[in-house]
């Protein structure tokens, strides 16, 4: 598992592949768009909209995954809007948790595998006080692969 650098641009030939929303009225959507500075490269978004009208939108771009690896992972938070954790991987991943934390578990909500990019995405809302410590991804032929979700390290939102 990687994190990729956070990327902001705008939404030309964004296509959307996922999208939930959430008990507290938090409507989310995950976008993707080829990433042009790397070769085989996607920019992958996730824009949120709290109950109360605020958004933000945030994401990852590079290499769909990184040597071997069978996802990718962005997680981080942005005032007003819940935090929240974006993957893509490899088509095969059936399942995947995040734990917190305080030991809560997160199932992340999965695209079906989007054949116009190879890849299965994924998002789920985080606990704003209980960070994310591991993602859990199960595959098709029943491996389980492990691995630290990166948080930022700043204070709490307000």
């Not at 790397?38 to 109360?52: I, Q, S």
């Not at 917190?100 to 606990?127: D, N, Q, W, Y």
Request: hydrophobic residues 30%; charged residues 25%.
């Amino acid at each position: 598992m990687r994190n990729d650098t956070s990327v902001q641009t705008d939404d030309e030939g964004l296509q959307v592949v996922l999208e939930g929303h959430e008990p507290d009225g938090t409507t989310w959507s995950v976008g993707v768009r080829p990433d042009p500075t790397c070769d085989d490269g996607l920019y992958t978004f996730v824009r949120r909209t709290a109950a109360d009208g605020r958004s933000a939108r945030s994401g990852m771009g590079g290499p769909k995954l990184y040597g071997d690896d069978v996802v990718n992972v962005w997680a981080g938070r942005s005032d007003g809007t819940p935090p929240f954790i974006l993957i893509r991987g490899i088509p095969s991943i059936e399942e995947a948790a995040v734990q917190t934390t305080g030991g809560k578990i997160i199932h992340v909500t999965l695209s079906p595998e989007i054949e116009e990019f190879g890849m299965r995405f994924g998002a789920a809302a985080l606990p704003r006080d209980d960070p994310p410590e591991t993602l859990t991804v199960r595959l098709g032929d029943g491996r389980v692969i492990e691995g630290e979700v990166p948080w930022p390290r700043r204070p709490p939102d307000p």
